[in-house]
């Protein structure tokens, strides 16, 4: 798309203005700079759009709060935006429209049919925002999270043999070795006090999912829980420290209309930097050295079966799952979807589990006859119902990703398994889609919606996984056990088994060891906390906090 020459030149000149201002000095001209931008940008856009023309069916929705923001910062700041999508899916009915900034908007599908068929078409008919891709390329290359289209297939072809049962099977001693690592620095802690120790949980978890997924995908060990320094976690930490100035605020939420903007240095951007030279150096480092036949020339850390092995194949290989350097590079994209997502999810789990002392007796009672050994692969897949329960009911009130935002690259119609309601206030199965028009899965809401999964739908309920729980409603919905935590289609989840595997052992080692509880009891507030992805914390604490009472179990 051709905008101009000008406005192209004006825009990427806006990082070198920011930095020659004397920082922070004079942040109502950089504002007033963006504004403009940003405006002229809008002219130009919307004639565009206009001339192009949209036949896309058109829908009710919330009003529009703010020409500059829309709805995105409401959104963002909820306490909980599934609630906010589950009051407007009652208001304006499965499909709606919700404005953005300049003008802009989104259609979001709450309907269970219509989300299956908009899984199934992604990577072709429905791919990332220009927003998502530039933030993606911007901190790790032009990987499998970048790709669409055949470049996705090919690059996912030749990693999911590393991610299969056979191949987890094999790694989950990886996922008990953090697990007790942690158990022994906690035993030591416990060792000095009176048997009972105040701990930041999230804290841990965040080193068990580093060295596990370092070990596992990577043939690496970081020594997060050895207590060494680590670049990795102090960068992803600096994400939640801190307050943000106006200037980032401004870029944060103008970011999905001018993606541009994602290039200003401001605190969160250049954090963003540091991180993807960090990461590129250990992809870079780890490659290098398992072309090498691995530490001392020994083969084991390069093995096919690891995720850098298997990436060593593919830039060897002459097939048509070659992978070109710098897409090997970018895939160590893995490393932070492994950290960041199972190190939420743990957290929330021991919470949920603090909030129902009862269900973590229940937990534990059925994990209390592994004395001495271990749950194997096959007992951890299917031999232990209500740990299984437990992690379903987690992942299902907890996705760490809240939705799935693409945007339309031909049309489309997405057929409902209800009527929707035209703005006109005709009825209607199906929506017209127009080519450039951007449609939202809302995952959260789908997880925690009423409709789907009942009155209870969000408590933390893990007897509706067993036999005779009730969640026929539910069924209707694609995707893993009936939720969009994994997502769905040709993007499923290529670390499933992997996330659930990690997430299972490790959950059973701490329940078996120790009992929790929050520091004000089960009814302790629990905030959202900003971070790559949102981070539950203690209300109160300073940063992505979780402090809980330790105790041994006797």
């Keep these: 798309m051709n905008v101009s020459t000008d406005a192209v030149d004006f825009a990427s000149s806006l990082p070198w203005l920011w930095m020659r201002s004397s920082i922070y000095i004079r942040p109502y001209l950089t504002v007033s700079l963006l504004l403009v931008a940003g405006w002229f940008s809008y002219i130009v856009l919307g004639k565009i759009t206009t001339a192009r023309g949209d036949k896309t069916t058109k829908l009710n929705g919330p009003a ?35 404005p953005g900034g300049f003008g802009s908007s989104r259609i979001v599908i709450c309907d269970a049919r219509a989300n299956a068929h908009f899984y199934s078409k992604e990577t072709f008919c429905y791919v990332q925002t220009k927003l998502s891709r530039v933030f993606i390329e911007n901190l790790f290359g032009r990987g499998l999270l970048w790709a669409e289209g055949e470049s996705h297939r090919r690059q996912r072809k030749a990693l999911s043999p590393a991610f299969s049962n056979a191949a987890i099977r094999k790694l989950t001693p990886v996922f008990y070795d953090a697990a007790y690592k942690t158990k022994a620095n906690w035993d030591s802690i416990l060792d000095t006090g009176s048997g009972e120790a105040v701990i930041d949980v999230q804290v841990w978890m965040n080193r068990i999912a580093l060295d596990a997924v370092g070990i596992a995908g990577f043939g690496h060990d970081f020594h997060a829980l050895d ?47 540091r991180l993807k030279a960090t990461m590129k150096g250990i992809a870079k480092e780890l490659l290098e050295r398992n072309r090498e036949g691995g530490v001392g020339g020994e083969k084991g850390i390069g093995e096919e079966k690891s995720i850098i092995g298997l990436l060593i194949k593919a830039e060897t290989s002459t097939s048509s799952l070659v992978m070109s350097p710098e897409e090997i590079l970018a895939q160590n994209v893995l490393l932070l979807a492994g950290y960041e997502t199972t190190s939420i999810s743990l957290t929330w ?65 997405i057929p ?25 899965s809302p995952i959260r809401y789908m997880n925690r919606a009423e409709v789907f999964w009942g009155a209870n739908a969000k408590e933390f309920d893990p007897e509706r996984w067993l036999e005779g729980g009730d969640y026929s409603k539910a069924k209707e919905i694609q995707g893993h056990r009936h939720t969009l935590t994994f997502s769905d289609g040709p993007r499923t989840c290529l670390g499933k088994s992997f996330a659930l595997t990690e997430f299972k052992s490790v959950l059973s080692v701490l329940i078996r060891n120790y009992s929790f509880d929050l520091p004000e009891g089960p009814n302790t507030k629990i905030e959202k906390h900003p971070s790559i992805l949102p981070r539950p914390k203690v209300s109160g604490e300073v940063g992505a906090k979780a402090p809980m009472k330790v105790r041994r179990v006797e």
């Design 64 to 98: 529009n709060p703010s020409f500059l923001f829309g709805l995105y910062r409401k959104i963002s700041e909820a306490e909980d935006p599934g609630v906010l999508f589950e009051d407007w899916a009652l208001q304006y009915g499965p499909a709606f429209r919700i």
């Design 227 to 273: 207590g060494k320094e680590n670049h990795v976690v102090d960068i992803f930490e600096s994400f939640a420290s801190g307050d943000t100035n106006l200037i980032s605020r401004f870029v944060f939420f103008m970011g999905p209309v001018f993606p541009i903007l994602q290039k200003l240095p401001t605190k969160e951007n250049l954090i963003i930097k």
């Design 349 to 413: 789990a021991l919470i949920e589990l603090c909030r129902k002392p009862e269900k973590q007796q229940r937990l534990r009672e059925e994990l209390s006859h592994f004395v001495g050994a271990d749950p194997s692969f096959d007992q951890l897949s299917s031999g232990l119902p209500y740990l299984d329960a437990v992690t379903q009911e987690v992942l299902r009130l907890h996705p760490p990703v809240h939705e799935t935002t693409r945007v339309a690259t031909q049309d489309d119609i």
């Design 416 to 440: 409902f398994t209800v009527p929707i309601t035209t703005a006109s206030g005709d009825q209607t199965n199906s929506l017209v889609i127009s080519e450039g028009t951007v449609v939202t």
